[in-house]
C-alpha cells in the first residue's frame, strides 16, 4: 500500500493541476453563457481536495490510520462534490471518479492495516 499512496498522491497532485486549468476555463465559459450552472466552480474545489488529498497520501504512505481517515475524507468530498455539480463539464466526472478510486484503496489500506493489540 505504500507504493500505492506515493503513486496516488503524485498523480493526485499532477492532476490538480489540469482539473484547475480546467475548471477556470469551464467557469468564464459558465459566466459568460450565464448558463447558472457551477460546474468550474465544482472543479476548482475539486482540484483543490486532490491536492490537500496527495499531499496527505504521501504524508502518510507509512500506514498511519489517521491518514487513511482523511485520505477518505478529502478524496470523498471530491467525489461527492464532482459527481453531484458536474453539469455540462463532463470532465468533472473523470476528475470524481479518480477521486472515488482512492477512497476505495484508503478504505482497503484501513482495513488491512496493522491491527494493534
Known amino acids: 500500500m505504500k507504493t500505492w499512496k506515493l503513486v496516488s498522491g503524485i498523480l493526485s497532485i499532477v492532476m490538480f493541476v489540469f482539473v484547475s486549468f480546467q475548471s477556470c476555463a469551464a467557469g468564464v465559459s459558465n459566466s459568460l453563457e450565464a448558463n447558472g450552472e457551477v460546474g468550474g466552480s465544482a472543479g476548482v474545489i475539486v482540484a483543490i481536495l486532490l491536492l490537500a488529498g496527495g499531499i496527505v497520501s504521501i504524508a502518510s504512505r507509512r500506514g498511519s490510520k489517521g491518514g487513511n481517515i482523511a485520505l477518505i475524507v478529502l ?14 463539464y463532463k470532465d468533472l466526472n473523470i476528475w470524481a471518479a479518480w477521486c ?17 493489540q
Open 75 to 88: 478524496f470523498g468530498l471530491g467525489a461527492l462534490f464532482g459527481f453531484t455539480m458536474a453539469g455540462s
Open 100 to 116: 472515488l478510486i482512492c477512497v476505495i484503496l484508503a478504505i482497503i489500506s484501513l482495513v488491512k492495516g496493522k491491527k494493534v
